[in-house]
């Protein structure tokens, strides 16, 4: 079965000192998304020094606050790891506006700066490695989502759980806990009769 856990950088209850504390599962089914974004950072600080406006050092700034912004969505998603409609919505809408960021940039990169000169093999160049990590990124967040939901199924199966105050039998909640006082042995009432 698929748990949240899988989804998560660090193995919980394993010390730091330990390289069983790395998730490495994690980070191989990361390493793509992590590759597309740097990839797609090389087109976007190639654009800012094709205009001759700025300098290395801007270009490299402008590159890895791209590459910085994509690694932080992931890094925060998996963090969080939670099924609420409202961080979902900001999740996509980041993601594609990274995506669709770097696909316009790199295209112009390799267009020549020029939205005139775009062709089919500028566009190849450009774009496809955008949508592809985005694609990538839309599977990976829907297998995570459903493994989240399974995990919050069960806590809320676990949580309702109420155990027979004369027993302490397990019973799935309070109300299967009523049910159970007929036929428990050790509630007064069916005592007094055992008794009698
Ligand atoms: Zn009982």
Redesign the pocket.
């Known amino acids: 079965m698929i748990t949240a856990a899988q989804f998560r950088p660090l193995v919980p209850n394993v010390p730091w000192s330990s390289f069983k504390k790395i998730n490495y599962g994690w980070a191989l089914k990361r390493l793509p998304m992590v590759a597309l974004a740097l990839l797609s950072s090389w087109g976007v600080g190639g654009f800012i020094l094709q205009s001759n406006k700025a300098p290395v050092f801007v270009a490299i700034i402008g590159s890895s606050a791209f590459d910085l912004v994509f690694l932080g969505v992931i890094a925060l998603a998996d963090q969080q790891l939670t099924s609420r409609k409202s961080t979902h919505k900001l999740y996509w809408v980041l993601n594609i506006g990274a995506a669709t960021l770097a696909a316009l940039l790199n295209t112009l990169y390799y267009s020549g700066g020029s939205y005139g000169n775009i062709t089919a093999e500028s566009v190849t160049h450009g774009a496809l490695f955008a949508v592809f990590g985005l694609l990538y990124s839309l599977y990976y967040h829907s297998v995570m989502t459903i493994a989240i939901e399974q995990d919050e199924l069960e806590s809320e199966r676990l949580n309702a759980i109420v155990d ?6 397990p ?1 799935k909640n309070q109300a299967a ?1 009523y049910g ?2 007929k ?5 007064p009432k069916n005592r007094s009769i055992s008794n009698e």
């Not at 027979?164 to 039998?169: A, Q």
């Open positions: 027979c105050r004369y027993c302490k039998t019973c806990e159970h006082f036929t428990c042995v050790m509630h």
